[in-house]
Every structure is written in structure tokens, then in C-alpha cells.
């Protein structure tokens, strides 16, 4: 069996770590500097306590300043577990411990703006490691509706694994592929981190719904408003191919796991869909954040300030169709410039 060390020990990181250890690997989980309370307790008991499980003995926790002794020749995989902000940071920690180019397999994810362009995580770490390092090393990613506490209960789970070489990414399923861990994969790296950064954007659209029910109040016979709800899902996977399509992504991702998949968990609970409700009550974004959600990272509110600016310039030269996608036109309004967020219903049949 092979030897996989995850960097950071957050939910999401931690949870990976079940996967592998049930196909008998021997798994290091190395926390960040904001995992030492979560480290130290799998230490001591073996508790996770923002899992609430006990992980496997095979499963060891470290502090990150061991993560480079972490690091030898029975290690088969790292898995990058940081936060989206954390990825400058983790590329550092990589560059300082690797000496041979051992695949990484990101679940963090995240867009970054790039001279009028927007670039995925896995292009950004493989560029930036072989830059620091002078060999390339293989950077591939994991999407699809992935809720780290079912995970982590073994709960069954469908994801996409993707990477650029082929055998490499199957070799890499065969790593993960546990009996309640079904990864499948692809080669499209592009448009799979799209719809997995995307994904929370539009999660703020479709939870919108749920505040402005409450604003406007149920009607005389009870009514809800599943069918908004429903209209806005489905404009947001309208968008969300027009994005993948402009980035160089394909079709498939936005149908599959990635895209109709993670879109789907992420609007039922969580931190982008109460922002979305919090907006749907009329409040602006900084009433919102400041207000209610000042110690919560909103990835899909985060994600419009990092690319918000790029998608409207876009817009403003065409590669992108403004009048086909006022969703993501409501909401960097609203997370961008603080405007209230309407969403005109006729705009959708454009």
C-alpha cells in the first residue's frame, strides 16, 4: 500500500483522508497554522472535533512544520487541502519540502484573475512549483458534490478527478477509489474547476430565492416559490456553460458532477446559500457581511470580488454575453458595487 500526505487538516482535508485510509494506505494529515486545536486532538484521542468523528489509527496528524519531513520515497500523493486564500502560502510549503515530482491533487478551489483573464488553481500551482523547483510537477483536482461530514461518515460520494495525463489520473482514482468513494475521471481541468468555483457564485442566486419568500411572505394558499427557485437553478446552469465554454472548458463538466451536481449540494445548505438569503431580504452585500456573516469566508461572494472585475470586462468586449447572463449580472452588482440584488425574471429568455 502507498503512503498519501494531506496538507491541511480543515474539514474537507481531513475528511480525504477516510477514503485512503479505508484503501490501506498509510495517510499523514499536516494541518495549516490554523489547524494546530484540530491537530493536537487527533494527536491526543484520535478526535476530529469539527468532523466529530475518530479517525483510523492509520491516519496521522502533524503541525505544519513537519510537513517536509512528511515527505519520502513511499509517498504516492499529496492532497491539497487549503483554503482558497491559502494556496500562495501552501505553494511555498511545497516548493521548500519537494525534491522529486510527486502528483498533487487539489480539492481547494478557486479562479484568479490573470492580465484580462481568468486562470484555474491546478494551472497556477504547476506553473509556480516548476518555476521555484526547475521540473514540472503533475497538479491535478477533485470536483463534484462532495459535503465533507458525509464523507467523512462514509457516506457514498461521486467526484471527478482531473489531470491532464490520462494514466495519471487513473492511477490516481486507484489510490482514492474507496467502496464509498466513487471517482471517475476526466481531462477537462478547465471547465471541472469552473463549475467547482462557479458553483458557490451562483449558490448566492439560487439561495436569493429563499429571502425573498420571506420578504414578500407565502401566498394566501400556502404557496412557496419552488418554481422561482427552480428558474433561477436552471439560469445559473445557463451561465455557468456560457463561463466554461469562454474559459475553454466543455459542456460535459457543467452537465455532470462538477457542474449540475455540486450546484445542487451547495444550494441546499451553507454558507453561500444563507448569503444568498440574506440578499433576498433586501440587504446590501456589506450590510450582510458585516451584519450577519462577518466571521464566515463566503466562497461564491469571494469569488465575485476576485473575477468580478475580469467578467465585466469580458462583457464590455464581447467574449462574453452580457444580455444572456443577468444572474452573474445581479450578483457581482450586488457583491461588487453593493447594489440591492434584483433579478428580472424576463431577462432569462433572452
Known sequence: MAKIVILGAGVMGSAMSLPASAKG????????????????SVQGNGLHPRLGITLPETIAAYEWTDFGNRLDDETALIILGVSSAGVSWAIERLAEALTRPIPVLMITKGLSP?????EVFPSIVARELEARLGFHVPVLAVGGPCIAGELAAGRDTGVVITGHDAALVEDIIALVDAPFYHARASGDVVGVEVCAAFKNFFALGVGWATGHLEKTGRATNGAQMHNLSASLFAQSLREMSLLSAAFGGTQASVDGLPGVGDLYVTCLAGRNSRMGRLLGLGLSYPEAKAGHMAEDT?????????VGPTV??????GRLPVAKMPMSRAIIDAVCHAKPMTIDWREFHR
Open 25 to 40: 494506505h498509510s495517510v499523514d494529515l499536516v494541518g495549516t497554522f490554523l489547524d494546530t486545536d484540530s491537530v493536537r
Open 312 to 317: 465585466e470586462e469580458m462583457w464590455a468586449d
Open 298 to 306: 463566503v466562497e461564491g461572494a469571494e469569488l465575485a470580488l476576485a
Open 114 to 118: 490573470e492580465n484580462g483573464k481568468i
